[in-house]
């Protein structure tokens, strides 16, 4: 289905309008991608949400590795509820 004209005029001013900013961006996130993994440096209450649902042991690894994750977001609380409902996901999607 071919795009009405009045939307591909809007989308293209806000790709040129947004350019400079897209470009910043893009810098910053090639300036983290030559860096090490930083999550033996977050704040105490940033490690502790996002390690809280871990057991003992992996919770120290993920502190120490440098190597890079995959995470998943989900927008509710479910990944560190007490009732843990996605407790085995990682375990299925590897």
């Not at 400079?20 to 940033?46: E, T």
């Not at 890079?68 to 843990?84: E, K, P, R, T």
Request: hydrophobic residues 45%; charged residues 20%; aromatic residues 8%.
């Amino acid at each position: 289905m071919p795009v009405q004209a009045s939307v591909a005029k809007v989308t293209e001013r806000i790709i040129a309008r947004s350019q400079p900013y897209r470009l910043a961006y893009l810098a910053r996130i090639d300036i983290a991608r030559r860096q090490d993994v930083q999550r033996g440096v977050l704040s105490c209450a940033n490690l502790a949400h996002g390690f809280a649902a871990f057991p003992v042991n992996d919770k120290l690894r993920l502190k120490q590795d440098k190597d890079l994750s995959v995470a998943i977001v989900s927008s509710y609380n479910d990944m560190l509820s007490a009732h843990q409902p996605f407790e085995h996901f990682p375990q299925i999607i590897k």
